[in-house]
């Protein structure tokens, strides 16, 4: 205790004002020590001169005592730093390729480190811009077979808001996409409906405008007020200062702007950013009839509810409540509720949905274990380099502790050289965080986002994490400064001043530890590089996949009917003329007509045969799909049997149905399927759907799918209002989309259109998770290779330079070029082996982890080799350039010189 | 013991102990007590006793205060701390100790 608070005291005292004013009192007290010893002198007798010259030899030396005092005081702790500091500095602008490739090592690593750290913070803690956090939970159904994080039903949150006691207020909310005018025409964009207390609840006040009106909490016949969100009012109302009171129309309804929100809060869910909020009770208002049965029911589960905790009240005292709120929700409403109960989360663990949470969780998971081996790479290249260099300067370091510089003194010098370098790599690495930031906002975009708008990685880097980054750099300096420290300071003084250069062989055992680094490092990127080179191999496979549909001459073209107001049994005309419109244009040759578009998820729905109708074990759950009667042509699906739906069929609720060959041969192995039928088990009760066809099997979700059985059903009118033109086109399809655009604009300008795209940016965008992966390890995988360049060529290089009079005087006795090369590349190509060889158990183990992730085999043959051969290439490259270096010696001239 | 020499952390004892029986006193005012008590064997190095003075400080054994002397001159007064006086008990003892340990040690024909 008592040296740190001496040590506080020196620190404090070398530095600026304090610093002065300590100069300051030292002065007058040793003054004042003179005078009052030139007094006593004076008391004995002697005159004034006398007495003040014996008082000063009593004294002695007043600077040489001022010095002594200024060191206990500590004063001289920041000079000596300060000494230091530029020694580092002139010895990183002596040796100035070393020091790039040191500090770009570190910064490369830093940098992605961080970058990765700030995504997994901005994802799992960084707090929410709301009131108290730590106070709010968000409320889930659950229900054994609907899985975690689902919404409540709009009449369940209702009584649950009246009912509880231990969360007050409880608000609630619901997702949706709704079409909005503005100057820029109309958008669909993401927006949410909420209960008029959504604000409050959240402790969020809008930056401007008064928020919701209190009749906005009204269930039904809520004002038509809206909240925009700050990004809305920036880029779609050009930031008007006046925005609040003026008007907007959304799905046709005249809404007026109450607030704006703040920049910081885009929502609760991270990395969506929500345009719109408008109040529950708008609903009959904005939707079409067929969506009220959403909020009249309790079947629809629909709403995520929040709540905060009523001050003094315990998370578990919310559990117990919320658990017998429940099972009394089970009791009084069976029909709906049987088995569904409700569950109170942190709100902390609700910004990503809980379904999506491990998937995301994995994804960083393997980010940031691909980056931790880049900066483990990056951290035993720099030791390995540091050492060398310490080698290299033994005979400094003797010579200066021959002329008596302390040890102490010595290894604080190595260690603010360290610190400096990877201070320098941190301030490097900054840089590549942005670059990584861009690079993986970029792909993000990619990720399918369930609202209309994309994801939006938080970009901006938080403070905490530049600390930890920061603290990083030091660490780092710290850790890889102990091993030249120790090395410079073991050993005795005398022995490096007379060793002029070493004789080769003799000391090959003291290099254990560079040849342990080097091999670490060869080990790591190879993993690295296998671990890239396994992704984009997969993806590559992927890519090859066949979806069984057309993938060239075909387009897509979605647009949303629920946010136009039309009524459903208003729809089909609206339909019917885009259809006719789009087959109209040139290079069209037929337009298909389904809700949903290929590679974007999909409903499975339960049936049975009908022969087996009542065993439970005959169920079947296959992918359902609406589609209209030229669907199949437009896709390029061909009928195996029977035909296609006919008009009438498409008009009336779904009675006939087609198979796809999957299906119908599980179902009935080498059979037909014509004129059977199978039950589907609706919600509503039991249909029968006569198998009129079959097609070809076609993937529908995602292409890595493998044999799923699907069903097609006609489109009727009661679909949710997304709705999908598959435009098969007679040449390159992207021209054709355009004119498609403009022509749906043309016809029905209230129309939002949700997507524009060929088959082959469908297919593309599909594969987000794969080349998500596969860019970024491969970027890691090429960093790890760059690096192990820099190691080999640095290791390689400093044997050579060590190796000079043994490698001369071989030559002087005879040998060739050639066996100058060899011997020096066979030990290059020793560590090569040694580090692959190594690296594979390393590889094994990890490769169980990523198994689930990648599309082919973990001994893929040609993942192997695009990982073994690159870094055996660029290792003999790196070390062939010191190789030459050895080759063109001069005997004659080095050992004279030696 | 030549005049100059004091032993290694005696110093410190010293002073400690000065400021305990004359209360607070200035730098010169300790230096002159502690050579007059030595009887003239002893006189200080000012280069080790005022680092000594600002080491004491920075422990917090004593504190210090700009003042007048006897003779109207400003001058820094050293106090002894509560922590201060704790520490020259335990250092009295262990001292007192050492002493007699190594007084047994040296009582000439007691080797056993």
Redesign the interface.
């Given at each position: 205790m008592r040296g740190l608070r001496v040590w506080l005291h020196r620190l404090l005292g070398s530095l600026g004002r304090d610093r002065r004013e300590r100069e300051r009192e030292l002065d007058e007290e040793l003054r004042s020590h003179l005078e009052m010893l030139v007094d006593d002198q004076l008391r004995s007798g002697l005159s004034p001169a006398e007495a003040r010259k014996k008082a000063c030899i009593t004294l002695g030396g007043v600077e040489e005592l001022k010095e002594q005092c200024r060191d206990a005081l500590g004063l001289r702790v920041i000079d000596q730093l300060g000494r230091d500091l530029q020694f580092a500095l002139r010895g990183i602008r002596r040796t100035p390729l070393f020091s790039a490739v040191v500090v770009l090592s570190l910064g490369i690593a830093i940098g992605s480190n961080t970058a990765i750290l700030n995504l997994a913070h901005a994802l799992f803690t960084r707090p929410l811009p709301i009131e108290d956090p730590g106070r709010v939970v968000a409320l889930y159904s659950t229900q054994p077979d609907l899985g975690v994080g689902t919404p409540l039903s709009f009449l369940n949150w209702l009584d649950l808001r009246q009912q509880s006691q231990t969360l007050e207020p409880v608000a609630g909310y619901e997702w949706e996409s709704l079409a909005v005018e503005t100057p820029r025409g109309t958008s669909r964009v993401p927006a949410q409906l909420v209960s008029g207390n959504y604000f409050q609840t959240l402790g969020v006040s809008p930056a401007r405008g008064p928020s919701f009106s209190p009749a906005a909490d009204n269930v039904l016949g809520a004002p038509l007020e809206v909240v925009i969100s700050h990004h809305f009012w920036q880029n779609y109302l050009e930031g008007d200062p006046a925005a609040v009171g003026r008007a907007l129309r959304i799905n046709g309804q005249p809404f007026t702007i109450v607030g704006v929100t703040g920049p910081a809060f885009t929502g609760l869910n991270v990395g969506l950013q929500v345009e719109l909020w408008i109040p529950f009770g708008v609903y009959r208002q904005i939707y079409p009839e067929s969506a009220w049965g959403w909020y009249e029911s309790r079947r629809g589960v629909i709403v995520y509810g929040i709540g905060r905790l009523r001050a003094g009240a315990q998370m578990s005292q919310v559990r117990a409540e919320l658990s017998s709120i429940g099972r009394r929700l089970e009791r009084d409403h069976p029909e709906f509720n049987e088995n569904r109960g409700v569950q109170a989360l942190p709100i902390a663990e609700a910004t990503i949905f809980p379904w999506a949470r491990p998937f995301v969780r994995n994804g960083v998971v393997l980010l940031a274990a691909a980056v931790a081996l880049t900066l483990l790479i990056a951290a035993t290249n720099v030791a390995n380099l540091l050492l060398l260099r310490t080698r290299e300067r033994r005979r400094e370091v003797a010579i200066r502790l021959a002329l008596g510089v302390s040890r102490g003194g010595l290894a604080t010098r190595l260690f603010v050289e360290c610190i400096v370098l990877s201070g320098l790599g941190g301030c490097t690495g900054i840089g590549f965080v942005w670059l990584t930031q861009q690079a993986l906002s970029r792909v993000i975009a990619y990720i399918p986002s369930p609202t209309a708008g994309p994801y939006q990685l938080p970009v901006e880097l938080d403070p905490l994490v530049f600390a930890v980054a920061f603290a990083l750099s030091v660490l780092m300096g710290l850790v890889l400064g102990l091993f030249p420290v120790l090395t410079a300071l073991q050993g005795d003084s005398s022995d490096a001043l007379r060793a002029r250069s070493d004789l080769g062989g003799g000391e090959a055992r003291r290099f254990g530890l560079r040849n342990v680094l080097l091999v670490t490092q060869l080990a790591l990127s190879f993993v690295a590089l296998l671990g890239g080179a396994l992704f984009l191999r997969s993806l590559s496979e992927i890519r090859e996949l066949d979806p069984g549909f057309e993938r060239q001459q075909l387009a897509f073209l979605r647009v949303d009917l629920s946010t136009t107001g039309t009524p459903s049994n208003a729809r089909t005309p609206v339909r019917e003329r885009l259809v006719r419109s789009l087959s109209a244009l040139p290079g069209v040759e037929r337009v298909g007509v389904s809700p949903r578009e290929p590679m974007d998820g999909g409903w499975s729905r339960p049936m049975a045969p009908s022969e087996s109708a009542a065993d439970p074990d005959a169920r079947i759950s296959p992918y359902t799909d609406r589609v209209d009667a030229a669907f199949f042509d437009a896709m390029g699906l061909a009928f195996v049997e029977g035909r296609a739906f006919t008009l009438d069929e498409l008009r009336q609720p779904p009675r006939v149905a087609i198979l796809n060959q999957e299906l119908s041969q599980r179902l009935w192995p080498g059979q037909s399927a014509l004129g059977r039928s199978l039950v589907l088990f609706d919600l509503e009760g039991r249909a029968s759907l006569e198998i009129v066809g079959v097609v070809e099997s076609a993937k529908y979700r995602r292409l890595t799918e493998t044999n799923e059985g699907y069903v097609y059903m006609p489109l009727s009118d009661d679909y949710e209002g997304l709705l999908t033109f598959a435009i098969r086109t007679s040449g390159e399809p992207d021209s054709v989309l355009s004119a498609a655009v403009s022509e749906t604009r043309r016809l029905e300008p209230g129309l939002p259109i949700v997507s524009a795209q060929t088959v082959s940016q469908v297919l593309n965008r599909s594969l987000w998770g794969p080349r998500l992966a596969a860019a970024f390890l491969g970027l890691f995988a090429t960093i790890a290779l760059i690096l192990s360049a820099v190691g080999i060529y640095g290791v390689i290089s400093y044997d050579v330079t060590r190796r000079t009079r043994e490698l001369c005087i071989r030559v002087a006795m005879g040998a060739e070029r050639f066996d100058i090369a060899g011997l020096v590349l066979l030990d290059s190509g020793r560590h090569y082996l040694i580090g692959v060889v190594a690296g594979v158990p390393v590889a094994y183990a990890a490769s169980r982890w990523v198994s689930g992730l990648i599309f082919v085999d973990l001994l893929d043959p040609y993942a192997i080799v695009g990982s073994v051969l690159p870094l055996g290439i660029v290792g003999a490259l790196a070390a062939w350039i010191p190789v030459r270096r050895a080759t063109s010696l001069d005997p004659n001239e080095v050992l004279r010189t030696e | 013991m030549s005049k100059n020499d004091i032993l290694q952390g005696t110093l410190a004892l010293m002073v400690l102990k000065t400021l305990e029986t004359m209360g607070p006193q200035?730098?010169?005012g300790i230096a002159r007590r502690i050579e007059q008590t030595s009887g003239g064997t002893l006189s200080l190095?000012?280069?080790?006793l005022?680092?000594?003075l600002?080491?004491l400080?920075?422990?917090?054994y004593v504190s210090a205060e700009w003042g007048l002397?006897l003779?109207n001159?400003?001058?820094?007064f050293y106090e002894l701390t509560p922590a201060g006086r704790k520490r020259l008990a335990a250092q009295t003892q262990d001292w007192e100790r050492t002493v007699e340990l190594l007084g047994r040690f040296l009582v000439p024909g007691d080797s056993s």
């Open positions: - | 200035h730098g010169y190095n000012y280069g080790t005022y680092p000594a600002i080491k400080f920075q422990q917090g002397s003779n001159r400003r001058a820094k």
